[in-house]
């Protein structure tokens, strides 16, 4: 079946170093996410991507974030200067139209920023 | 204001039982509604979607009740495999995804 993949799993981080996350999502789809969750809050959107290009974002999605898609599989969410409140699980989703609530989920990227 | 609002429990439930949670949603202009499980420190994964003539998966039934905003979610022989967090998200009117900070559910032996 196939998935979307995330990497690293885990990643700890001094305040103010830059992070990139690594994102597969499913090979035909053709809309992509980034989410966070706090431990022990709710899932909060960050930015959804269709046609190399940001569709949408919400005001987390500061300056300090950006993604790209370099090659036509990976999917990045890069924060530029890491802070303290950045610590979060970070999760990639896809789906195959912009329209659908059916979002695919990796996994999970968990950041730690010390 | 855009909200979803979910009881975040937690529901302790028997193995066995019968458990219904529902979520109330603000904008009267959305179009889509689904729910969502979350295992702990998971990622959330697609439960199912909430048609307007309601539907039934198994042992989950969900249904949308528009004139009262709402939507339900209704497990049937509960089991243990059943504990985890239940997320309510609705696509509003401008196609966003707003997600409930969903409802605990702890199915008991």
């Known amino acids: 079946e196939p998935e979307v993949t995330q990497t690293p799993s885990h990643q700890v981080t001094q305040m103010g170093q830059e992070v990139i996350l690594r994102c597969v999502p499913i090979?035909?789809?053709?809309?992509f996410y980034w989410y966070r969750q706090i431990l022990g809050q709710k899932v909060e959107f960050l930015v959804s991507?269709?046609?190399?290009?940001?569709?949408?974002k919400s005001e987390i999605f500061d300056d300090q974030f950006s993604v790209e898609r370099p090659d036509g599989s990976n999917f990045t969410l890069k924060i530029r200067s890491t802070k303290l409140e950045d610590s979060a699980m970070y999760f990639c989703?896809?789906?195959?139209?912009?329209?659908?609530?059916?979002?695919?989920f990796g996994e999970g990227s968990r950041l730690t920023v010390l | 204001r855009k909200e979803v609002e979910q009881d975040p429990g937690p529901f302790n439930v028997p193995e066995g039982a019968t458990v219904a949670f529902n979520c109330t949603y603000s904008?009267?202009?959305?179009?889509?509604f689904f729910w969502y499980r979350q295992d702990c420190r998971k990622e959330p994964k697609l439960l199912m979607s909430?048609?307007?003539?309601?539907n039934e998966d198994g042992r989950f039934t969900a249904q949308l009740n528009r004139a009262s905003q709402y939507i339900s979610l209704l497990i049937r022989d509960s089991k243990l495999s059943d504990s985890a967090t239940y997320l309510c998200?609705?696509?509003?009117?401008?196609?966003?995804?707003?997600w409930g900070a969903g409802t605990k559910l702890i199915i008991k032996p």
């Open positions: 090979s035909n789809h053709l809309y």
């Open positions: 904008n009267s202009a959305s179009q889509s």
């Open positions: 909430v048609y307007s003539s309601g």
């Open positions: 989703a896809s789906s195959v139209g912009g329209w659908t609530g059916e979002l695919f």
């Open positions: 991507f269709y046609n190399n290009e940001i569709s949408e």
């Open positions: 998200v609705v696509n509003d009117s401008n196609y966003q995804l707003i």
